[in-house]
């Protein structure tokens, strides 16, 4: 019962977080912001997170989950009050780079918590539900920010979102006692996160998580992009991503069953591949209908990513530090959305569109090399050991 409370929470604060995304952006605008300084927001939620993820993994593993969580949970409702108090520009990238700074530590702590809660094929399971709730986020968030904004302008809905985060501090603070507690590392003064960059086959996870936050942040830097430059209204770009997001939700769904069968570096390896497939068609397509098809393809073929990818670093880890490995997975995920933008913004400036989807593609492909050689690995270690 507790871990699906913990999923809940964790779905309204990610509306919250998703939320105020949409909402910095419109507000920002209807305040005279022009498209660069709108960047600059975007870029303060991800900027400090960069180089606190691995501060926030190890204090979750010191700790444990509950204290990261209510810092995150609390600044985030904080970063979006500001606004709500205190309206003007100004503020905003305050506020911006509060709720990024502060949420990165709920983020990492509760991706730890949910893989104390079971081992095995449980486990994957339990990733496989928590991504499904992140998922559902996906379309709230945006949705719920839209919405308010319409009906009652956007300071209220900077309140609105705010109270989002109330229940899940009310209950880290009062009813989170039946939390499970990881287990804790010695000595972990003396240790380093390069420590664990040394350890090859999670150094590989975390490569291969890098690829994965590579190929969600290009689709959701360059569709828009792409759909205005073929004609196509806004309202059928929202459709197009919202196809994308729905068929991630039914991949996580179907997660747990494909990796009963197979193993999750096989599974990552054969989503890689399908995305990898997918990015290099993409630039061709122009036909609003087959673009709704082959981003519902796409979001197939990275609907099991992430989640695989937070087990497969989780697994990794060692003993005691798996907060930390954490961490450093989101330091990759973070360095990811920093340069995406910058790089295949440059990119497609240059040579277009087509080759900054081509370039994803190599990546993606290299990514499926990745964990296809690790799924060889694992069977070769397994028949050693029955051996």
Request: aromatic share 10%; proline share 5%; with cysteine.
């Amino acid at each position: 019962m507790i871990f699906y409370v913990i999923v809940m929470t964790t779905v309204l604060t990610h509306i919250a977080f998703k939320g105020s995304k949409v909402l910095i952006a419109l507000y920002a605008m209807e305040l005279g912001a022009n498209p660069f300084s709108v960047g600059m927001l975007f870029s303060l939620y991800s900027l400090f997170p960069l180089f606190l993820a691995v501060y926030a993994g190890r204090l979750s593993d010191r700790l444990g989950p509950r204290v990261p969580m209510l810092i995150g949970a609390g600044g985030l409702g904080c970063g979006l009050l500001l606004p709500y108090l205190l309206p003007g520009l100004p503020i905003l990238y305050v506020s911006a780079t509060l709720i990024g700074t502060c949420y990165i530590f709920y983020t990492i702590a509760v991706q730890h918590l949910i893989g104390t809660f079971s081992a095995g094929h449980d486990r994957t399971r339990n990733f496989s539900t928590f991504s499904l709730g992140i998922g559902v986020t996906a379309l709230l968030g945006p949705a719920v920010s839209g919405f308010s904004i319409d009906l009652i302008g956007h300071q209220p809905t900077y309140l609105l979102l705010a109270l989002l985060p109330v229940g899940p501090v009310l209950f880290l603070l009062f009813f989170s006692g039946q939390l499970p507690r990881a287990a804790v590392a010695a000595r972990q003064e003396e240790q380093r996160a390069m420590d664990l960059v040394r350890n090859a086959p999670l150094r590989r996870a975390l490569v291969t998580a890098g690829i994965v936050e590579t190929a969600f942040e290009l689709f959701n830097f360059y569709m828009p992009i792409y759909g205005h430059s073929i004609g196509l209204s806004a309202s059928l770009i929202g459709i197009v991503m919202g196809t994308f997001a729905i068929a991630l939700l039914l991949m996580r769904a179907v997660m747990p069953m494909l990796v009963r069968k197979s193993s999750e570096e096989l599974v990552l390896c054969g989503s890689l591949g399908l995305a990898a497939a997918t990015c290099v068609l993409f630039p061709f397509v122009t036909n609003v209908h087959l673009l709704l098809a082959i981003s519902f393809v796409l979001g197939l073929g990275l609907g099991c990513c992430p989640p695989l990818s937070m087990i497969i670093t989780y697994n990794r880890a060692p003993a005691g530090r798996s907060g930390e490995a954490m961490g450093l997975r989101q330091t990759v995920n973070k360095f990811t959305e920093v340069m995406v933008p910058l790089i295949f913004g440059t990119l497609g400036a240059a040579f277009g569109l087509g080759p900054a989807f081509w370039m994803d593609a190599l990546l993606l492909a290299a990514g499926a090399f990745l964990m296809r050689t690790d799924a060889r690995l694992r069977v070769r270690t397994r028949r050693a050991t029955s051996g």
